[in-house]
Structure formats: structure tokens, C-alpha cells
């Protein structure tokens, strides 16, 4: 079993930065390749970006050059950089990770852009 923690969400404007940070139980945080999601009402989840235990990182076209990704084996946590955040940006976002044959998610942080 893996539990994930999401904090960071909130309200800001156009232009604005956060930080959304997911905090994972257990002791193989290490191996676990970790990745993010998002969805709005009506539309299925999307991936925003990933990890892998090796520090790779990937992001979708839509927030490439303004989302990084990173990750901190020693306190057990990945942390998203949101920057140049747009309204479209505005969704649930969710941390999530594979192991041992299942899908494992958070409870999700809202993420609204707004003026």
C-alpha cells in the first residue's frame, strides 16, 4: 500500500506561481516512479508530468517550459512547480504512482488561475 498526500493547491492569478507538493508513505518511495494528473468537470485526467526513481522527468506539451518537477528521496515527496499559470491550467491535480500491480492516487488539490 502507498498513501499520497497532496498540499498546495489554492487561488491565484494569471501569471502566478505555486507549488503543489505530494508527500508518499512507506520506505520505497525511493523506487517509485511518481507522477501528476489533472482533470475538470466533464473531462478525463490528464498527465501533466513525471518522475522516475532515476530523476527523469517528462511534461505534456501544455506546460512544458513552465512546470518543473522534482523530488526529494529524504523527506519522501515530489514537488510541482507551477510558473506562467493560465486559466486553462485551473483543475483538480492529483499525485499518483504505480506498484505491485495497482494504481495508487491522492485525494487531490484544487488548482484555480483566476483574475
Known amino acids: 500500500q502507498v498513501r499520497l498526500v497532496e498540499s498546495g493547491g489554492g487561488l491565484v492569478q494569471p501569471g502566478g506561481s505555486l507549488r503543489l507538493s505530494c508527500a508518499a508513505s512507506g520506505s520505497i518511495f525511493v523506487i517509485l516512479n511518481m507522477a501528476w494528473y489533472r482533470q475538470v468537470p466533464g473531462k478525463e485526467r490528464e498527465l501533466v508530468a513525471s518522475i522516475t526513481s532515476s530523476f527523469t522527468t517528462d511534461f505534456a506539451d501544455s ?11 529524504t523527506k519522501n515527496t515530489v514537488y510541482l512547480q ?11 491535480y492529483y499525485c499518483s504512482t504505480n506498484w505491485g500491480g495497482g494504481r495508487y492516487w491522492g485525494q487531490g488539490t484544487q488548482v484555480t488561475i483566476s483574475s
Open 63 to 73: 506546460v512544458k517550459g513552465r512546470f518543473t518537477l522534482s523530488r526529494d528521496n
Open 82 to 92: 507551477m510558473n506562467d499559470l493560465k486559466p486553462e491550467d485551473t483543475a483538480v
